[in-house]
């Protein structure tokens, strides 16, 4: 019929597509997605087919739904929308113009399947395991750091607040309020630079920035050979960044370095890197009252510009991937921030193939 869209219409669309540059497909030639297949099987409870009934989506197709979602920040019904009407979302995940496409609910019951397994750690491994195997081995020393990802704060009491704080949950909550209040992340002071006051102002020292943040907290640890995710570990954001250290360093990066700020720099720290014969490198911190001495000055710009490469990895995740958490309690959190990691390994990943390819 004159006007209806047929097969050589769509292989035209997808020519147009792959000739603009389409990064997903760029994605797709650099990954194989498949290697995520056992451990997404092992983390999924499938139903018994012998009875019939409609069978579930293919494992590495959801896979790559979640992938999507989490590189375009989208939630649930814009990842359905986005499926159904972007071709270069519909080439990606494998789906043609006549195949079904998950809806909002499959997508959110796919994800919980794999937050109550605990599998994005295990497909973290599995596709560092494949990056090692092409030779992207952890080398030249590891960069620690972490950042804060805000989460969706709630109005609460002071006696609320207290309770929560102490582990409990506040009497009279009913069930729905329970599941809709984030009793796991916490508030917690986000520290800036020092901002020399205005002249006139009458102040005479610099003060100190300091914004209330609410949410959890992703430690990482990056090769600094390649720039790559190594290690993560997710906590509220109270937490303390020098109390991950000893989880976060990564045991088969080639060299001994470890590069952090001064929140890493304690002796329990210091005994723990000397214990597995790696050499600190860790700012250090102003004498309170006392100008910075110009050693510990230089010292410290020195170990700043090897420091700095950790920031970019941030700057990807809050800029490019704008990197926020809308879900409740600390277990969907880890999925969120171990896919947000995951995904950076990936773009990052395929970066570096199309920097080593052939001209």
Known sequence: ?????????????????????????????????????????????????????RPPYDAVL???????????????????????????????????????????????????????????????????????????????????????????????????????????????????????????????????????????????????????AFGYKNHIGIDRAHGLIRTWAVTHAAAHDGGQLAGLLDTENTASGVWADTAYRSAANLAALAKRAMVPHLQRPKPRGKPMPPHVRRGNATRGKVRAAVEHVFACQKQRLRLVVRTVGIARAKTRLGLANLAYNLLRFTWLEGRTAPA
């Open 62 to 212: 959801m896979f790559k739904v979640l992938v999507l979602q989490t590189l375009y920040t989208l939630s649930d019904e814009q990842t359905e929308y986005q499926l159904r009407d972007r071709l270069s979302f519909m080439r990606f995940v494998g789906l043609g113009l006549h195949d079904p496409v998950p809806d909002a609910k499959t997508i959110w019951l796919f994800r919980e399947q794999l937050t109550r397994a605990g599998a994005v750690e295990r497909l973290f491994q599995r596709f560092d395991t494949a990056l090692r195997d092409k030779g992207l081995l952890a080398m030249g020393g590891q960069i620690l750091d972490a950042t804060i990802v805000q989460a969706r704060p709630a109005r609460l009491t002071v006696e609320e607040k207290a309770v929560i704080r102490d582990g409990g949950t506040p009497s009279g909550w009913s069930p729905a309020r329970r599941a809709q209040i984030d009793r796991d992340a916490r508030w917690t002071l986000k520290r800036g630079r020092k901002r020399q006051p205005p002249d006139g102002s009458g102040h005479r020292q610099a003060v100190e920035i300091a914004v209330p």
């Open 1 to 53: 019929m004159a006007g209806q869209p047929g097969f050589f219409d769509l292989d035209e669309r997808y020519r147009a597509l792959s000739a603009a540059g389409d990064a997903l497909e760029r994605l797709a030639r650099a990954v194989d997605f498949e290697l995520f297949r056992p451990q997404l099987e092992t983390a999924l409870d499938r139903s018994d087919r012998s009875r019939g009934g």
